[in-house]
């Protein structure tokens, strides 16, 4: 089938790399324009439009999908189907209608669960066990089409959100690729999805990396894992943002290097730092957390105990304020 695909970012390009290895003839690929990033805030090209010309592939850059000459392109490529992965802007249904079979779209999750633009950070944040990816027919609605198919994938007790949309990223490919292959053979068949079990993940700002000391250390521990890499995890410590990369959940009672015990939080009060040579724990609602690397603002990473000691952490010094 003649296909052009649309998708933006690094999760995108596994399956840009599956289509174009497949069966079906990628004649064009749909990405957002160049963004202007870095401290020079010059224009980049993003990972999808860098595979594509690497692949000698049309590129196709519209502000919108419904601009009159994206239109005018999709038309005269004439695709059967034009399969869709984190593309990052609204396909209006002057576009929908142009392909013979629609837009089909790989979600990072089991719909009807997180509907929306971070499904995959929202999962870990919730304690999700489990998630997946799902193939479905855009229509107008949120993430509300007929779906094709889906993949389950177990979430590690360690998987940051860009850990596991890495690996949602290679497998789901396949699945696309898959459903792809059915819908020419004429075996594909859509489902609606159910009422029940819907749920909502909408995009995450830099506010909503804010840690809350004051929620359960499972919560914090989750929060962090979730918001990492993007938009990342942080924090206020003297004035100053300081980014904080996954932590480590503490028992309820642990002995901080003969510094002290732990009991269920009472000893660390939710924020408060207690520093070591070689640890820095931070109290939660519920007990503390074991701070792995940070990150002060306009520096690299470096080891929690490394930071501890350059900014010589004063007691009973509170992150957060």
Same mark, same amino acid.
């Given at each position: 089938?003649?296909?052009?695909?649309?998708?933006?970012?690094?999760?995108?390009?596994?399956?840009?790399?599956?289509?174009?290895?497949?069966?079906?003839?990628?004649?064009?690929?749909?990405?957002?324009?160049?963004?202007?990033?870095?401290?020079?805030?010059?224009?980049?090209?993003?990972?999808?439009?860098?595979?594509?010309?690497?692949?000698?592939?049309?590129?196709?850059?519209?502000?919108?999908?419904?601009?009159?000459?994206?239109?005018?392109?999709?038309?005269?490529?004439?695709?059967?189907?034009?399969?869709?992965?984190?593309?990052?802007?609204?396909?209006?249904?002057?576009?929908?209608?142009?392909?013979?079979?629609?837009?089909?779209?790989?979600?990072?999750?089991?719909?009807?669960?997180?509907?929306?633009?971070?499904?995959?950070?929202?999962?870990?944040?919730?304690?999700?066990?489990?998630?997946?990816?799902?193939?479905?027919?855009?229509?107008?609605?949120?993430?509300?089409?007929?779906?094709?198919?889906?993949?389950?994938?177990?979430?590690?007790?360690?998987?940051?959100?860009?850990?596991?949309?890495?690996?949602?990223?290679?497998?789901?490919?396949?699945?696309?690729?898959?459903?792809?292959?059915?819908?020419?053979?004429?075996?594909?068949?859509?489902?609606?999805?159910?009422?029940?079990?819907?749920?909502?993940?909408? =995009?995450?700002?830099?506010?909503?990396?804010?840690?809350?000391?004051?929620?359960?250390?499972?919560?914090?521990?989750?929060?962090?894992?979730?918001?990492?890499?993007?938009?990342?995890?942080?924090?206020?410590?003297?004035?100053?943002?300081?980014?904080?990369?996954?932590?480590?959940?503490?028992?309820?009672?642990?002995?901080?290097?003969?510094?002290?015990?732990?009991?269920?939080?009472?000893?660390?009060?939710?924020?408060?730092?207690?520093?070591? =040579?070689?640890?820095?724990?931070?109290?939660?609602?519920?007990?503390?957390?074991?701070?792995?690397?940070?990150?002060?603002?306009?520096? =690299?990473?470096?080891?929690?105990?490394?930071?501890?000691?350059?900014?010589?952490?004063?007691?009973?010094?509170?992150?957060?304020?």
């Amino acid at each position: 089938m003649r296909l052009v695909f649309a998708g933006t970012p690094d999760v995108a390009v596994p399956t840009l790399d599956a289509l174009s290895s497949s069966s079906h003839d990628v004649v064009a690929v749909l990405t957002r324009p160049d963004a202007p990033a870095g401290r020079g805030r010059s224009l980049v090209a993003s990972p999808v439009k860098e595979r594509a010309l690497e692949l000698g592939l049309e590129v196709l850059t519209p502000t919108r999908a419904g601009d009159p000459q994206f239109l005018d392109r999709l038309r005269e490529l004439a695709p059967d189907v034009c399969p869709i992965v984190a593309y990052g802007g609204l396909i209006p249904l002057s576009a929908l209608t142009i392909p013979t079979h629609g837009w089909i779209n790989l979600h990072f999750s089991l719909l009807p669960a997180w509907r929306g633009a971070a499904p995959v950070q929202h999962a870990i944040m919730a304690g999700d066990e489990v998630t997946g990816a799902t193939t479905f027919l855009v229509e107008r609605g949120l993430d509300t089409g007929p779906t094709f198919g889906l993949m389950t994938e177990a979430i590690r007790p360690d998987d940051t959100a860009g850990d596991l949309l890495a690996r949602l990223a290679e497998d789901g490919a396949g699945l696309l690729v898959a459903t792809l292959d059915a819908l020419e053979a004429g075996e594909l068949h859509a489902v609606a999805q159910s009422a029940e079990g819907v749920s909502l993940a909408p =995009k995450l700002t830099v506010e909503d990396g804010r840690i809350c000391w004051g929620t359960p250390a499972l919560a914090v521990e989750r929060h962090i894992r979730g918001c990492t890499p993007a938009p990342g995890a942080w924090t206020m410590f003297r004035g100053e943002r300081l980014k904080i990369h996954p932590v480590t959940l503490v028992p309820d009672a642990a002995d901080i290097e003969n510094g002290g015990v732990i009991e269920n939080g009472g000893v660390i009060a939710p924020g408060e730092v207690v520093a070591t =040579k070689r640890s820095v724990h931070v109290g939660t609602a519920s007990g503390a957390v074991q701070l792995g690397e940070v990150q002060p603002q306009g520096k =690299k990473p470096m080891a929690a105990a490394d930071w501890a000691r350059g900014v010589r952490i004063e007691p009973g010094e509170v992150l957060g304020r």
